[in-house]
């Protein structure tokens, strides 16, 4: 499946190509000439359906103006890096400053709110659903709750918001793990830094809210990576081999950093939560 990170990965690594070649940018053309056609389709139809991808610039006209960092190069193999998926290390961080402009304009287009954070708000994103079926766990990884208290420890925090896909139908067995999780990490945040923890929240757009926290945390997802990349405050990215490379990194205002992570789930819900903490 695939989803807004993944087609944010794409249009971002093109775009970045194009502008290196200095020839003009076109995002249906560079998609039709990807080989795994099914993705393609995919990739196609979330853009004409998505609130915030249908607002993207899919034609520019090459910018000789821009300098590219010369770490942009060609996937190894375009039947599978050529969709992009999880962005490797193909320069993508090196020139994110020229990206952010055309992502936060289709942003804006379709929801330009501003949310009321205190200076001292963190916002931590955690992906839930599915990253526990056998089918993504080796892949996305969760987040072991003591990163966060080694990372906000000697930090004056106002309130805590987590971020989680609530709204998700229980119709699947891991689908039940993910209030249980969410509950488990605020009672563990609220013993180990005495803050407000804030799960339950105003009904809003999750990657617009991410993009404005004073301080994000993601966590292993495109969708969260992408949200921490355009936010122009401060946010910290777990280093993640699907994610750059396994690379570390530290840009204009953010930074990827280890994390001690998870990669299998125990199914009973008491023994599965404790491998949390």
């Given amino acids: 499946m695939v989803g807004l990170g993944n087609v944010l990965s794409t249009y971002s690594y093109y775009f970045l190509y194009c502008m290196q070649k200095k020839i003009d940018f076109d995002f249906n053309a560079q998609i039709s000439a990807i080989k795994w056609k099914i993705k393609a389709k995919e990739t196609k139809n979330l853009i004409e359906k998505d609130k915030m991808l249908c607002h993207l610039q899919l034609f520019i006209s090459c910018d000789e103006s821009l300098k590219i960092h010369d770490s942009i190069n060609e996937p190894d193999d375009a039947n599978t890096c050529g969709l992009f998926f999880h962005l490797r290390s193909y320069g993508i961080l090196e020139n994110i400053q020229h990206i952010r402009p055309f992502i936060q304009k289709a942003m804006n287009s379709f929801d330009s709110r501003k949310f009321e954070f205190h200076d001292d708000d963190v916002v931590i994103h955690v992906r839930t659903g599915d990253i526990f079926s056998n089918k993504h766990e080796a892949f996305y990884s969760s987040i072991h709750f003591s990163n966060y208290v080694e990372l906000l420890k000697h930090k004056t925090i106002h309130n805590i918001y987590i971020v989680w896909k609530s709204d998700r139908k229980q119709d699947r067995a891991y689908d039940t793990y993910n209030k249980a999780l969410i ?11 005495n803050v407000n923890v804030i799960i339950d929240r105003q009904k809003c757009d999750d990657f617009v809210f991410m993009t404005q926290a004073p301080l994000l945390i993601a966590c292993i997802s495109t969708y969260s ?53």
């Fill in 183 to 193: 509950c488990h990490l605020r009672k563990y945040l609220n013993l180990n830094l």
């Fill in 225 to 277: 990576l992408w949200a921490a990349l355009i936010n122009p405050n401060y946010s910290i990215i777990p280093q993640c081999t699907n994610h750059f490379n396994n690379r570390l990194y530290t840009g204009d205002h953010f930074q990827i950093v280890p994390f001690c992570t998870l990669n299998k789930y125990k199914k009973d819900i008491n023994e599965f939560l404790d491998q949390f903490t």
